[in-house]
């Protein structure tokens, strides 16, 4: 079953400091931008929405044509887990971002590595593509 | 985190500050204790930053600076030290005064009292003990401030952290939130 789906891990600057597609979907040049467009826009959504609840899963934040936007966010509010997709399955999505918050905190455990910069690690990246193949 | 808690003896902790103040400012910058408390209160900050982050990881966010002031004195101290903070005080416009009545990496630390034969000022013993003890402490002091400093910012809070010692082993922490 193809299904679409962008991760990107935006830092307390507002810099992207990871994305990847992680659909499976076939590759598709001008859906690219779309998708990093589309989560771009629903930052605004999601600084209302981080003020009003105290949990860090955001649960859906936007919505565009048939694409939704669900938001994880990490205790010091600024570092946001957002993801592009066009299934439904809040149970998996949630287990996904616990699980790549738990790589984020190994990450940042590095004594190497500058919080909020970029994540260039390709083991980081083999990770999350394995999780979201488990999860979504 | 993945496979259960592993744990470090304590002595082992107590010791790694100890000798980090003794590196630090003794042998590498002997002439700049600026220097070397700015160099100790950046290690405590990467820590405190990397600790927050492990800690706050299952509980929800924070609502507001008191929040996570509440957080850093009871969850992250009973993690770090093993026991609560003792008091907190606030003048509710962003200076808050933690204060450790037994703090744990201090109890190992003594300063010798006055010579005899000068029993009879009684009060300025009190004093030259009271400065003799912040001498001696304050240096120990440093990694912890920027504990608590690192583990406030990477919570939202952006401070200022001092810490001072009057008598041994108690000792506060004043945070001062940036607006």
Redesign the interface.
């Given at each position: 079953m193809a299904s679409t789906a962008c991760f990107v891990i935006v830092s307390r600057n507002d810099c992207p400091i990871y994305e990847s597609e992680v659909g499976t979907a076939p590759k598709k040049d001008e859906a690219a931008h779309l998708h990093q467009f589309i989560l771009h826009a629903s930052l605004d959504i999601v600084q209302d929405v981080v003020w009003t609840t105290?949990?860090?899963y955001l649960k859906l934040v936007d919505k565009f044509n048939d694409l939704l936007v669900s938001v994880y966010?990490?205790?010091?509010?600024?570092t946001r887990l957002m993801l592009l997709h066009d299934s439904r399955n809040e149970d998996g999505i949630k287990n996904f971002f616990q699980e790549v918050?738990?790589l984020y905190?190994k990450m940042?455990?590095n004594?190497l590595y500058v919080?909020g910069s970029r994540i260039t690690s390709p083991f980081f990246d083999t990770r999350v593509r394995t999780l979201a193949r488990k999860y979504l | 985190?993945?496979g259960g808690g592993r744990e470090v003896a304590e002595s082992c902790v107590d010791s790694l500050n100890l000798e980090l103040v003794a590196t630090y400012c003794k042998r590498l910058h002997p002439n700049k204790p600026e220097l070397a408390a700015r160099r100790i209160e950046a290690i405590g900050y990467?820590v405190g930053?990397?600790l927050?982050?492990?800690y706050?990881?299952e509980?929800?966010?924070?609502?507001d600076h008191l929040e996570a002031i509440k957080f850093i004195c009871k969850d992250f101290w009973a993690e770090v030290f093993r026991k609560q903070v003792d008091n907190l005080k606030t003048n509710h416009r962003g200076v808050f005064v933690l204060q450790d009545n037994k703090f744990r990496w201090l109890t190992r630390i003594s300063v010798d009292s006055a010579p005899p034969g000068e029993a009879a000022q009684m009060d300025v013993n009190a004093a030259a003990n009271a400065s003799r003890a912040s001498q001696a402490a304050g240096q120990y002091l440093y990694f912890p401030c920027g504990l608590i400093r690192g583990a406030l910012t990477?919570?939202?809070v952006a401070c200022a952290v001092s810490a001072e010692v009057s008598t041994l082993p108690a000792c506060s922490f004043v945070v001062r939130v940036k607006v």
């Open positions: 105290n949990a860090m966010v990490t205790a010091d509010t600024h918050h738990e905190i940042l455990l004594p919080p | 985190m993945p990467q930053l990397q927050a982050e492990r706050t990881k509980r929800p966010r924070f609502a990477n919570l939202g």
